[in-house]
């Protein structure tokens, strides 16, 4: 079976402080995919990034970056300078590649409250 | 904004009955996901439509259960409600190329309580 786990439930920082959300996945497929989803308080989901299992690059966007590392199974999120703007609640999802359709496995989510 | 709609946006009913989510997707898209978002809680599978057959599901009773149009747009029905499914109910669009890569884009979700 698949599962993402998002130990940590709620974090609160003050705006321009670095944050870092963790994203721990199992899986016992070698083909799959990661996201992470952005949630704020109006409910819809925004697509923040993919990424393909064989590729372990880390990428940044910004003042987003990613660290993928398939050998700890984690794909974290890091905001840099963080800003009031970036509160909401942060999903890391998985999608399994050799299946016939395409169900993203969700973690719990964290909250992340930025302050001024 | 990603170019899912959904309808209602909020949507109050008591017990027993019947209630129908609607969901239009984005343009060129022809795969539909619903899933159901307990509060508190990370989304939950649902089932997945690809041109108007369902073609996935998860662990959720036959009173759910939905349709595809020709226009890919998609409904979700849920029969004899029960108080625990309130939730906000998202749809995802997204345009299958093969291997599971596909991003899936949300709507803005619509939020049911059962009394």
């Known amino acids: 079976a698949q599962k993402v786990t998002q130990a940590q439930t709620e974090i609160s920082v003050v705006e321009k402080e670095d944050v870092t959300l963790d994203c721990v996945y199992e899986t016992r497929d070698t083909t799959y995919y990661l996201f992470w989803y952005k949630q704020p308080p109006s409910g819809e989901l925004v697509f923040l990034i993919r990424?393909?299992?064989?590729?372990?690059q880390n990428e940044i966007s910004g003042r987003y970056s990613w660290n993928f590392q398939k050998s700890t199974s984690s794909f974290n999120f890091t905001i840099t300078a963080s800003q009031v703007v970036d509160s909401a609640v942060y999903f890391c999802a998985l999608i399994l590649m050799n299946t016939g359709f395409q169900k993203l496995v969700f973690g719990t989510g964290t909250r992340l409250l930025v302050s001024p | 904004e990603t170019g899912v709609t959904q309808s209602p946006t909020h949507l109050i009913k008591t017990r027993g009955q019947q209630v129908t989510l609607r969901c239009s997707s984005q343009s060129g898209h022809n795969t539909v996901s619903w899933y159901q978002q307990a509060l508190g809680q990370g989304p939950q599978f649902i089932f997945q439509y690809y041109r108007e057959e369902e073609n996935g599901r998860g662990n959720f009773p036959p009173r759910f259960s939905g349709l595809q149009f020709p226009n890919y747009s998609s409904e979700l029905n849920v029969n004899a409600l029960e108080l625990d499914d309130s939730a906000l109910y998202l749809c995802?669009?997204?345009?299958?190329?093969?291997?599971?890569?596909?991003?899936?884009?949300f709507g803005p979700g619509t939020r049911l309580l059962v009394l």
């Open positions: 990424r393909n299992s064989f590729d372990e």
């Open positions: 995802a669009s997204s345009f299958p190329s093969g291997g599971g890569q596909e991003t899936q884009y």
